[in-house]
């Protein structure tokens, strides 16, 4: 097991290049499922959660081959294998092989998925867009099973914006009979991203990227070449480093227009931001100003980016409330921050954070994703040394991160735990 060491206190300068989109990628991987020929996905990043799906692909029938940051799935040859257990728990999206499996094969079996541990994260409204599509949905012993006699079209309202719901009743909508029309959709850039996809394979989809999708279900679907869209949280983490250590940053392949919640924000803060078309520049001021945010739905401020966010308010002056309406209980950042001097209470759902505090090294670890990005921004803002354990969390969604920030003139290096250090981390 290898833990972080960040070494703070230094400006970053430079230019880092964004990978494609985790969110997107962990869609389109099980979206190839629906196919009866090859698909090509390009410019994948480079994230262990791909390993893991690409696994499960091979586990029912497929043929995966890579190629650098390109994959190609020969779907032609897959079973509708139950997954009940094993790498399927692993990580949230497999659930998208629900959607994927009951499209092609009118059943699937699929173990209730892992991720992040965000608080409580149901799959009501993804069973309720299969019930509505004709799939009976029965939970056994940790397990879904899924089986339709057949798919038909449906009008199905989500009570809850759901990203997951939506691109899951899209796989199984686009080969349904008949129309679905599925409203109250969630609208982020990896629902248009999965859409196109699915639009270049033969489905026809109207309105991905609004509140109202319209699916016309077809026959078949056929084999296509698909490049993945820039991972906007990724790029949203680095902007936000930028803004705190940045001397002259640019972040390159970026759809600026992903972002323009953040970029408020930044400005707000007295942030210098300049937006070209597939690139940011980022600047740093010595006088940052505290500002509160909300995270919200797309196109408001990203969950995904609120606890990077939090650690560059700990720099700012006065007093920054971040409130999170999508989970209500991701603060588990907090403490480590604190450890490393951060002044910050969470109360009634949302963290106040007092700034500008003097953060110092400290042994933190990080208990999620983007809890482990939060910490490595701290620890780069900080004095001294940080040691940032639970990083495979981190590599679930971010690419090659220590070599694009000792790329930026940062100090951070692996190194291996002692059995001592492990046994702690585990307890
Ligand atoms: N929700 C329900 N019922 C459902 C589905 C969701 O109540 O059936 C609730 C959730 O509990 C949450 C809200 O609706 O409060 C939004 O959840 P959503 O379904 O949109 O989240 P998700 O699809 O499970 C994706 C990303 C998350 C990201 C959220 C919100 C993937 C694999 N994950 O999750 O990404 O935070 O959307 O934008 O796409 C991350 O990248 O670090 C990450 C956690």
């Known amino acids: 097991m290898r833990k972080l060491l960040v070494e703070g206190g230094k400006r970053l300068n430079g230019t880092v290049r964004i990978g494609g989109a985790k969110n997107s990628a962990v869609a389109l991987l099980p979206a190839a499922i629906l196919a009866d020929s090859p698909v090509t996905i390009e410019g994948l990043p480079k994230i262990s959660d791909l390993q893991i799906l690409g696994d499960l692909l091979e586990e029912i029938g497929g043929t995966v081959t890579k190629e650098g940051q390109t994959i190609r799935i020969d779907p032609s040859e897959m079973i ?3 997954l009940p257990n094993g790498k399927v728990k692993k990580l949230r999206a497999s659930y998208y092989f629900m959607g994927a499996m009951l499209g092609r094969f009118k059943k699937a079996v699929i173990g209730l998925p892992g991720g992040c541990h965000l608080g409580p994260r149901p799959i009501d409204q993804h069973i309720k867009g299969f019930e509505a599509l004709g799939a009976q949905v029965t939970n056994e012993q940790g397990a879904i099973y899924l089986r339709a006699e057949e798919l038909r079209g449906a009008r199905i309202y989500l009570d809850v914006v759901s990203v997951g719901a939506t691109i899951n009743i899209m796989l199984a909508a686009v080969r349904a009979k008949g129309k679905t029309i599925i409203e109250n959709a ?3 850039p990896e629902i248009i991203d999965v859409a196109t996809l699915l639009s270049s394979m033969g489905a026809k989809i109207k ?21 993945i869209i820039p991972d906007r949280i990724e790029a949203g ?20 227009q992903h972002l323009e919640s953040l970029l408020a924000k930044l400005r ?14 980022i600047k740093t001021s010595d006088n940052l100003r505290s500002v509160d945010i909300k995270t919200l739905v797309h196109p408001g401020f990203p969950t995904d980016l609120q606890q990077p966010f939090t650690a560059l308010l700990t720099k700012a002056n006065g007093t920054g409330v971040v409130t999170d309406t999508i989970y209500q209980a991701r603060f588990k950042h907090i403490d480590e921050l604190r450890r490393m001097n951060a002044s910050i209470k969470v109360e009634g759902g949302s963290a106040i954070i007092s700034g500008p505090s003097r953060l110092e090294g400290a042994k933190v670890k990080a208990s999620d994703l983007r809890a482990g990005a ?11 040394v940080t040691e940032v354990t639970g990083i495979e969390h981190i590599e679930r969604g971010y690419e090659d991160l220590a070599e694009k920030l000792t790329n930026l003139g940062a100090t951070i290096w692996h190194e291996e735990m002692s059995e001592q250090e492990v046994e702690q981390f585990q307890n």
């Open 186 to 188: 969630a609208k982020e």
């Open 207 to 227: 309105g991905a990227g609004t509140d109202v999708i319209r699916i016309e279900g077809v026959e078949r679907l056929s084999g296509c070449n698909h490049t």
């Open 268 to 281: 707000e803060m007295g942030v210098t931001v300049e937006e070209g078309d597939e690139q940011l520049f």
């Open 80 to 82: 509708s294998m139950p």
């Open 237 to 256: 983490t680095y902007t936000i480093l930028a803004a705190a250590l940045g001397e002259e940053m640019i972040i390159d392949n970026v759809i600026p």
């Open 374 to 384: 939060a910490l490595v921004i701290a620890g780069l803002m900080a004095k001294g």
